[in-house]
């Protein structure tokens, strides 16, 4: 090994510890704490015994209400996932299409919501869609509900707020993704006698496959990992896997328990890793 060499992989090395002992504390070691506690026993007076036993698990697997928990967590991530695409799409393809002068304003002001706090939007949601809120208020003054509709305190709710606080994180992936596309491609479709829709289905929306992907696997990440929006929209009367760890850590005192639903909700979060994975590595091979 050369001198230049060595030097090199010295240099390197010497970059990437701080790296990884900050990693190690802020990361690793708390999750390894989490996976010790997890094994231990605990009850409702929050007496914590030091054991190595699966209870915890046990106690998860052997009850469907935790499954249909697990279930609903699920479906509110990919729901909120398909809802957030659906709106998000037009609004970034928009500005990446665009040649107006104010185009960076318009993308500033697409993430801006990203410098508000997701607490504060939620309350603002909680406004919007009370019973005497925006909402419910325009919808009764249009004369299409006689009665104020329940936006608040169900799924619906959590559902509406969800897929506005994360349109940013999708917004930003899908104007990173739109780097691969190049808009001759479309032209030459068009002059070869494709229409729009045909175009936009075999050239744009795969171009932009890699975006799409990206804010999924996030936006799918975020929002079975939420709890403030679910707790506060949700009045209470929804419960995912998030707010569950919550009320186990903090109401029942059972921490074994609690982190083995983490640790429960961290092996979802490995799943859908994989196969976006997966997906990824299927599209680039394309």
Known sequence: MSAKTRSARLTVLGLTVPGLLGLAVSFVLPLAW?????????????????????????????????????WETTLLGLG???????????????LV?????????????????????????????????GNQGVVNQALMGAGLVDQPLALINNRIGVYIALVEIMMPYMILCLLAG??????????AAQSLGANRWRTFWRIVWPLSMPGVLTGALLVF???ISSFVTPRLVGGGKVFYLATEIYDQATATLN???????????????AVVIVIYQRALRRIEAQ
Do not use: C
Request: proline content about 3%; aromatic content about 16%; charged content about 15%.
């Open 97 to 129: 299409r665009t040649e107006s002068r104010f185009k960076g304003i318009l993308v500033a002001l697409a993430v801006a919501p990203l410098l508000t706090s997701s607490v504060v939007r939620t309350y603002g949601w909680l406004v919007l869609l």
């Open 178 to 187: 739109f780097g691969r596309f190049n808009q001759e491609l479309e032209h």
């Open 34 to 70: 989490l996976l010790r506690m997890s094994f231990n026993r605990g009850d409702s007076t929050g007496y914590i015994e030091e054991t190595f036993t699966l209870d915890s698990y046990a106690q998860f697997v052997g009850d469907s209400y935790y499954w249909d928990m697990a």
């Open 221 to 223: 990440v975020l929002t």
């Open 80 to 94: 909120v996932t398909v809802l957030t695409i659906v709106v998000s799409y037009p609004i970034a393809l928009f």
């Open 255 to 269: 921490w074994p328990f609690a982190a083995a639903i983490a640790f429960i909700l961290l092996a979802l979060f």
